[in-house]
């Protein structure tokens, strides 16, 4: 047994708010959509909550398998307008699919509060809502990433690289590209110099 200072390990970076709490949050979800569906079972019986699992995994399928074809549909129509020299005219359903598929999703999962909000992401004023709100927070994380990596793009993100060692360390790096190269003349590792 060797005797010594053990290793410091770096501190973990801090996860944030909902990070932390997804566990909790999705824990609950289950409790609740358990407890739901024993109410329902309790008012109408088990053949009806087993009638309701049965028609939202149906009616979900189906909403994703169409979703899927429109945008396999206009995938292939945006494909033939560019190989045609056509620009693509911009969708005016943007991220519609996406939201529709993830609505059927919502459905096929068993639950009455999941059932509610794939029928909610099904309406269009809630896609079209939904849809800016997410682009609206994407576009504020690119800004925020660019101005902590200082140069307004992702550019430096992938300078600094680690290497994970067998025995757990990490080793930081510095990634060096080969147009950055210092001009000092050659490294003598360099596998292009001959050998000595």
Same mark, same amino acid.
């Given at each position: 047994?060797?005797?010594?200072?053990?290793?410091?390990?770096?501190?973990?970076?801090?996860?944030?708010?909902?990070?932390?709490?997804?566990?909790?949050?999705?824990?609950?979800?289950?409790?609740?959509?358990?407890?739901?569906?024993?109410?329902?079972?309790?008012?109408?019986?088990?053949?009806?909550?087993?009638?309701?699992?049965?028609?939202?995994?149906?009616?979900?399928?189906?909403?994703?398998?169409?979703?899927?074809?429109?945008?396999?549909?206009? +995938?292939?129509?945006? /494909? $033939?307008?560019?190989? @045609?020299?056509? #620009?693509?005219?911009?969708? *005016? %359903?943007?991220?519609?699919? &996406?939201?529709?598929?993830?609505?059927?999703?919502?459905?096929?999962?068993?639950?009455?509060?999941?059932?509610?909000?794939?029928?909610?992401? +099904?309406?269009?004023? /809630? $896609?079209?809502?939904? @849809?800016?709100? #997410?682009?609206?927070?994407? *576009? %504020?994380?690119?800004?925020? &990433?660019?101005?902590?990596?200082?140069?307004?793009?992702?550019?430096?993100?992938?300078?600094?690289?680690?290497?994970?060692?067998?025995?757990?360390?990490?080793?930081?790096?510095?990634?060096?590209?080969?147009?950055?190269?210092?001009?000092?003349?050659?490294?003598?590792?360099?596998?292009?110099?001959?050998?000595?």
């Amino acid at each position: 047994m060797t005797t010594g200072a053990s290793p410091t390990r770096p501190a973990r970076p801090r996860r944030s708010r909902v990070l932390r709490f997804l566990p909790l949050g999705i824990a609950a979800w289950l409790v609740l959509e358990i407890w739901l569906l024993t109410v329902v079972a309790g008012a109408a019986g088990g053949l009806t909550v087993f009638l309701l699992l049965v028609a939202g995994v149906v009616l979900g399928g189906t909403v994703i398998k169409h979703a899927g074809r429109r945008a396999f549909r206009e +995938l292939s129509e945006a /494909v $033939q307008q560019q190989q @045609s020299g056509l #620009a693509p005219h911009p969708s *005016e %359903r943007g991220g519609g699919n &996406a939201l529709t598929m993830l609505g059927g999703l919502l459905i096929i999962l068993p639950g009455l509060i999941s059932d509610a909000l794939g029928l909610l992401l +099904l309406v269009p004023p /809630v $896609q079209k809502a939904v @849809s800016r709100r #997410a682009e609206k927070t994407f *576009e %504020r994380k690119v800004r925020e &990433a660019a101005a902590r990596s200082g140069q307004g793009g992702f550019g430096e993100a992938f300078q600094q690289a680690r290497m994970h060692r067998p025995d757990g360390k990490v080793v930081q790096g510095e990634v060096i590209r080969e147009d950055e190269r210092p001009a000092r003349g050659p490294h003598p590792d360099d596998p292009q110099l001959p050998p000595r």
